[in-house]
Structure formats: C-alpha cells, structure tokens
C-alpha cells in the first residue's frame, strides 16, 4: 500500500508495530499529544525527547520528535500551520505529555481535505465494523 493510500484512502492498515519501531530509535521518548485548548480535538500523537520538550517550551509551538525522520520537529515551521502552547501538561507517572494549543493555519494535518486545506486533526476518519473494517470521514 502507498503512502497516499494509508494516510487518506479507506482501508484500515493499522500500524501496530508502530511502538516497536519507537523503541528502537536511538533517542529516550516519551507520547506527547496535541489538543486544541478551545475546543478540545485532539490533533495530533507524536513523541518528544528531553530537546523537543524544551524547544517546546521554548519557542511556545507544539515540538516533536520525528521517529521516522530522526530529527527536531517543530510543527509548522515549514508548512506555516503550527501549532501555538497555551500549557504544557505531564500525567502523573511523568511518562507523557499534553500540549494543549491553539492551531495558527489551516489545519494541524499535514493531509488535506476535499477543499485543499490542511484538516485540523489527524483524527479525521471513523472505523467502521463490517464485512472488512473500514473507515469513512
């Protein structure tokens, strides 16, 4: 499968050794999800190591790891469509955190909608139980 297909087609391709590949990268990481502090979408899971938390912190825009390209990733910095800290949280085991954000752009996905547009989450498609598991928008 593509990877047009599997990031906007409609069969579900779960990627459930996504954690295997995470824990062989060569970086110390920890989930790090960001929702939208107004209306409360989440919009995207990633993973950030100590650098990413606290370029996070301080730039002021959601910042990640990216485990598929080894590297600093601070959302939007290329696409423009970053995302703006209003808090950072940590759950109570200290092994997450949540950015809670305001979107400045388009949207927070890098895929686009029917419009063009970037989609405001990543979570923009729905399972669905039947004959093959499926999804719809």
């Not at 959601?62 to 209003?86: H, M, P, Q």
């Amino acid at each position: 499968m593509n990877h047009h297909e599997l990031e906007e087609g409609k069969t579900l391709q779960i990627d459930f050794k996504k954690l295997a590949k995470v824990s062989g990268c060569a970086e110390d990481l920890i989930p790090a999800v960001a929702q939208d502090h107004d209306t409360g979408e989440v919009l995207i899971v990633g993973y950030a190591n100590e650098l990413a938390l606290q370029t996070a912190l301080r730039e002021n825009m959601a910042t990640f790891w990216s485990t598929s390209r080894n590297e600093l990733w601070i959302k939007g910095k290329t696409s423009g469509d970053y995302l703006e800290i209003v808090e950072v949280r940590v759950n109570c085991e200290q092994n997450s955190v949540l950015y809670r954000v305001r979107p400045k752009g388009q949207g927070a996905c890098h895929t686009k909608g029917k419009d063009g547009l970037a989609r405001s989450g990543c979570y923009y498609r729905i399972i669905e139980e039947g004959d093959k598991l499926r999804f719809r928008e």
